[in-house]
């Protein structure tokens, strides 16, 4: 029989820079479910990429000092590279500058705007440089993008705009009549509510103020604006053709069973893509998933917060993958994300379902049975069919795990669907508990017996491993090796008893995951901190070299005061009571130093105090301050500032802080930090 096609794709990465285990979930996601797709017999098509145009590339190529192809051009081998690292087997890698992909965007933008579905305005509103999104005045929250909480600059000019109000009654009748077309459910909701109902706005499709984009080929000014640029690349990836001379993968494959994207990108996929698709009269998708965010979270707590930079919370997956092996990144940010709503990510939580799930109930389970199988019998697995009622109970609960985690994947319950396969370890686990072969082998009558306990756990492990290879593809690939199986098929999970009796499993076999010592991670974790931070110390400084360069003709005083009479005696003066004299040699006792904020973020039980990490020269401390009120967190990160850095380390609200931030404080409790004039190295002694 011809195999059925299955069409999955992930949103392209934007090529801003490496992205962060946020950002590579979806990916492994993707390749699960495009893997058991595989399993289930399907001809899987799986696609990913990289989004290369917008303003946000051309300033971040503009401060690196490079043309914006020669930034994409590594920052999509960084991803690829991830990519590639994380073990995803997908089948096409488009980028947005391919050159086929350029030409098509082209032509259906003449195609739409033949059609009267693009007309040629004004622009004049609100945009979000790092979203590349424009936005009205009631969209705003509290003045900022209400995607990102970014600020917005005002933006007017000519622009192309989208007829989105021609297609939203035909799409509405769409999602009424596919209820499975926007999952999960909840994001059906949000979009037909918040934006449907209330009526779709026209679309900006073309932009003046930068030209790193595609050209409009008959008004070259204009660049086609990066949403109906990237989204494209669904179709120009299988080879669609405007004119008609379709591909055979665009007329096999076409259309996509699914396209998974994070939920933050759902208006997108699921009200201007479904809308351009009826402008080129294609058929819609047939499925658009909005999975969660992972979030990191300090600690074990179940508590994250999202991934940026700036807040210094950004976790790479190569990094993991250092630390624990690819498999075990594979398994934590699958099995770790709910269906709908957010998960969590930390170091500690890594050490801890590592241990707990992969030492303990997968790695354990199968370096015991072999080692078992080779004391007891040479590694000679037979069934002689020496039977008890806990057998039968083994063999049901196996079998109907397999079920669930197919009914599961069929869900888009990806956690779920492994959590199911874990089922068949752990039932693994108790039943060497219930059946005791350390005792069976000390009676020579149970020989036939013992023999038939140790051909259930290696089926019960082929089986296993079988499903799991979707998940975590190396380590089945080793446990099947090792018990000198097969991979079992699907359509033959539901037999008992195909390992094929009198097979030997290997005399030798190994540690799967080894267990770790949280302490011990956490000594790597701070180096590879700040390796980090030592690196994102470089970009910046060249950053803020680029972007003072012209500014800058000397490092000396103004020549003249400035208008506003800085360099006059203050009128206002704050005189709070002395302190008693001291001697130099009391001064002389304190270190002032020169500290660089790594990280920040508020202390939740105080009104007042705010936790730094702080760098001081080669070392990190923890700093607790209280100028909550006069800055925020995420302002403060990058800043030198003044410490007293051998200040002996107190407790604050439960948190030990190792220095003192200085501060100036007037009468009517005005607070400023005391920053150096110039760029002092961290660690700079102040005298």
Request: proline fraction near 4%; hydrophobic fraction near 35%; charge should be negative.
């Amino acid at each position: 029989m011809e195999k059925k096609p299955y069409y999955i794709t992930t949103a392209i990465a934007y090529a801003s820079g490496k992205p962060h285990i946020g950002n590579t979930y979806e990916i492994v996601l993707a390749d699960a479910i495009a893997r058991f797709k595989r399993f289930q017999g399907y001809d899987v098509r799986f696609q990913t990429g990289t989004d290369e145009h917008g303003q946000k590339i051309e300033l971040k190529a503009e401060a690196a000092g490079v043309t914006p192809k020669q930034y994409v051009d590594k920052t999509a081998g960084d991803i690829k590279t991830i990519w590639d690292l994380m073990n995803t087997s997908y089948d096409k890698f488009i980028r947005t500058t391919d050159e086929y992909h350029e030409k098509q965007v082209q032509k259906m933008f003449k195609k739409m705007y033949d059609k009267g579905d693009i007309y040629k305005s004004e622009y004049e509103g609100w945009y979000c440089t790092p979203c590349e999104s424009f936005w009205t005045d009631s969209q705003l929250v509290d003045g900022k993008c209400p995607d990102c909480g970014r600020d917005v600059e005002k933006a007017r000019e000519e622009a192309y705009f989208f007829k989105m109000s021609k297609y939203a009654d035909r799409l509405m009748k769409h999602i009424e009549e596919h209820p499975e077309f926007i999952q999960p459910v909840s994001r059906k909701n949000e979009m037909v509510n918040n934006f449907l109902k209330p009526g779709l706005q026209d679309l900006c499709v073309s932009r003046t103020s930068f030209k790193w984009g595609i050209p409009v080929d008959f008004d070259p000014k204009h660049v086609v604006y990066v949403w109906l640029d990237a989204l494209t690349n669904y179709i120009t990836g299988l080879g669609y053709d405007v004119d008609g001379n379709n591909e055979e993968l665009f007329n096999r494959f076409w259309p996509c069973d699914l396209h998974l994207i994070g939920k933050d990108i759902i208006r997108f996929h699921t009200l201007y893509w479904p809308i351009f698709l009826m402008s080129l009269d294609i058929p819609l998708p047939k499925q658009v998933f909005g999975h969660p965010w992972l979030l990191t979270a300090a600690g074990k707590s179940q508590e994250g917060i999202k991934m940026s930079k700036s807040r210094g919370n950004v976790i790479y997956a190569d990094d993991l993958a250092k630390l624990f092996g690819v498999d075990a990144v594979r398994f934590f940010v699958i099995h770790e994300m709910p269906f709908e709503n957010d998960g969590v990510i930390s170091w500690e939580l890594m050490v801890e379902r590592y241990n707990s799930m992969l030492a303990n109930i997968l790695g354990n389970l199968v370096k015991r049975t072999i080692s078992m199988s080779n004391k007891y019998f040479d590694g000679v697995v037979e069934d002689k069919g020496v039977t008890e009622p806990v057998d039968e109970d083994l063999k049901t609960t196996i079998l109907n795990a397999v079920k669930t985690a197919t009914e599961k994947m069929d869900q888009l319950r990806v956690a779920d669907a492994l959590t199911a396969v874990f089922d068949i370890f752990r039932r693994s686990n108790k039943y060497i508990d219930e059946t005791e072969p350390w005792v069976l082998s000390k009676d020579p009558e149970k020989a036939d017996r013992l023999k038939t306990v140790m051909y259930n756990l290696i089926e019960a492990i082929n089986i296993g491993a079988s499903v799991l290879e979707s998940f975590m593809p190396e380590t089945a690939e080793s446990i099947l090796k090792e018990i000198n199986a097969e991979k079992r098929a699907l359509s033959d999970m539901d037999k008992w008893g195909l390992y094929k009796s009198g097979t030997k499993v290997t005399a030798e076999p190994a540690t799967l995951f080894e267990r770790k010592k949280e302490e011990d991670v956490m000594q790597e974790v701070e180096k590879i901190e700040a390796e980090q931070m030592a690196a994102a110390g470089v970009q910046e400084e060249k950053a803020e070299e680029a972007s003072t360069e012209e500014a800058q003709e000397g490092d000396g005083m103004p020549e003249t005061i400035d208008e506003n009479g800085d360099c006059a005696p203050d009128t206002k003066v704050s005189d709070p009571e002395k302190k008693a004299e001291i001697t130099y040699d009391d001064f002389a006792k304190i270190e002032f130093r020169v500290g660089k904020i790594l990280h920040a973020e508020e202390v939740k039980k105080s009104k007042k105090l705010l936790k730094f990490k702080v760098q001081v020269g080669s070392e990190t401390r923890t700093i607790l301050s209280g100028i909550k009120k006069a800055y925020k967190p995420e302002d403060l990160v990058g800043k030198r500032v003044m410490i007293v850095a051998n200040l002996a380390p107190r407790m604050i609200a439960g948190e030990e802080s190792q220095g003192m931030i200085i501060a100036a404080e007037d009468d009517d409790e005005n607070i400023a930090l005391m920053t150096p004039m110039s760029k002092m190295p961290s660690g700079s002694i102040i005298c």
